[in-house]
């Protein structure tokens, strides 16, 4: 439930503004475009080292109207301003952009600034701001008010003949929207909608990178466009995208009882605790992995099923081979070993791909751990007779 405090709108408005910068940067037509988060203003685009752009995002949950009292037109003003008393920025060469999903009221300053060259007039803005700072007791605005007067006539001027608000833009779901557009001829029209859910994860990654940096360095459109290249290429038809490489899993004592059943099978052979631990992480990610496929609908379960049973026939040969060169009264030791070397076999030559390009390690090992913990494949010559156990215990504990 909202309350007064509530942090929602704020959060919204930050993940706004991210969004929004990202959508930015894709509609640039200029390859070498970059631009900056939260340094001198929301957004900021960069030029040869110097502020070409600066860029004001307002977002609200509810439909609204901009007037010559609004905060966020006075909020505005006052960065603005101060980026030019500071002269951090030159009013008459840079572009300031006010961004938001509201619309701007009829016969005001902010209507008067949209890129509508028909309704455009500097000179009717100016006069209507200049007299709103003049006159006005509001407390909220009375630095904004105080800043901008303290620019000069044509400082004022130079201001605002460069600003643009871009009044009932894309909120942020339309964002989303937009981008996906923007997308439209990177990949096949069924993979959109993963590629984009994959660049907005990579692209708040680097945002966040950025804004610890202090926003020292710029956020890019080509690295933008080697993500977008490298992603189309994980979602051709013959590959697939790996999502999980830094995922952190479980310790051993956090698995369920219905998950233990292959550490069960890899303690049968007396497989070391730190190989054990890279089993755990190997299932996780391919667990999660495999997971994350079939909910973006980039794999069908039948695909599943025909990989786990190739997986499985080619166990299915080794371990044959096993039983077939063991001997009657082989010691525990020796079945231990020769477990063990199976299973050297999945973590070191095994290279059963699901598709052809999709060579990522950690879904080969771990799909053999997933089919270990169901006993459809195991690595001791009696690994189901010893551990059928566990596995109708778990059974019953999925009832």
């Known amino acids: 439930m909202s309350t007064k405090f509530s942090a929602h709108a704020q959060a919204l408005g930050y993940l706004y503004q991210v969004r929004y910068a990202l959508l ?20 900021e685009f960069d030029q040869d080292g110097t502020s070409s752009e600066l ?3 307002k977002h609200h949950s509810k439909e609204g109207n901009l007037t010559d009292s609004s905060s966020d037109v006075w909020k505005t003003l006052r960065v603005w301003s ?42 009717g803005a ?28 044509y400082q004022q001027r ?17 964002t989303e929207d937009s981008i996906l557009y923007q997308l439209r001829l990177t990949a096949r029209p069924e993979v959109i909608k993963p590629l984009f859910e994959r ?54 004592e956090e698995l369920s009882s219905k998950e233990r059943v292959f550490v069960e099978q890899l303690k049968l052979v007396s497989v070391g605790n730190s190989r054990i631990e890279k089993a755990i992480s190997d299932y996780y990610k391919a667990f999660q992995q495999r997971s994350k496929w079939v909910r973006d609908e980039l794999i069908l379960i039948d695909e599943l099923e025909s990989y786990e049973n190739r997986l499985i026939d080619e166990w299915e040969r080794k371990f044959e081979i096993i039983k077939e060169d063991s001997g009657d009264e082989e010691s525990d030791i020796a079945i231990r070993k020769e477990g063990r070397g199976l299973f050297n076999w999945v973590e070191q030559e ?42 109708s215990k778990s059974l019953e504990e999925r009832v």
């Open 126 to 153: 100016q006069s209507i701001l200049t007299e709103i700072a003049a006159t006005s007791n509001s407390d909220s605005n009375k630095k904004s008010y105080e800043q901008f007067k303290a620019l000069s006539p």
């Open 82 to 123: 101060e980026a030019i008393l500071d002269e951090h920025v030159d009013p008459s060469t840079t572009k300031f952009s006010l961004i938001t999903n509201q619309v701007a009221s009829e016969n005001t300053a902010s209507s008067k600034l949209t890129f509508n060259h028909e309704f455009r007039d500097v000179e």
């Open 199 to 252: 660049l907005e994860g990579i692209w708040f990654d680097k945002v966040i990178k950025h804004l610890k940096s202090e926003s020292m360095y710029p956020l890019t459109f080509r690295e933008i466009q080697d993500n977008i290249n490298d992603l189309q290429e994980q979602l051709q038809r013959d590959n697939l995208p790996i999502d999980f490489h830094d995922l952190i899993a479980p310790n051993e």
């Open 350 to 391: 095994n290279n059963i791909q699901i598709r052809p390009k999709c060579d990522e390690p950690y879904i080969i090992r771990g799909s053999y751990h997933m089919l270990s913990n169901q006993l459809k494949v195991g690595w001791h010559m009696q690994f189901y007779e010893r551990l059928k156990h566990l596995l």
């Open 24 to 43: 930015l940067l894709l509609k640039s037509e200029d390859y070498d475009s970059q631009i900056y988060v939260e340094k001198l203003d929301d957004i």
């Open 55 to 57: 860029i004001q995002m």
């Open 158 to 174: 130079a201001l605002l003949k460069n600003t643009y608000v871009l009044d009932c833009s894309e909120n942020i779901i339309e």
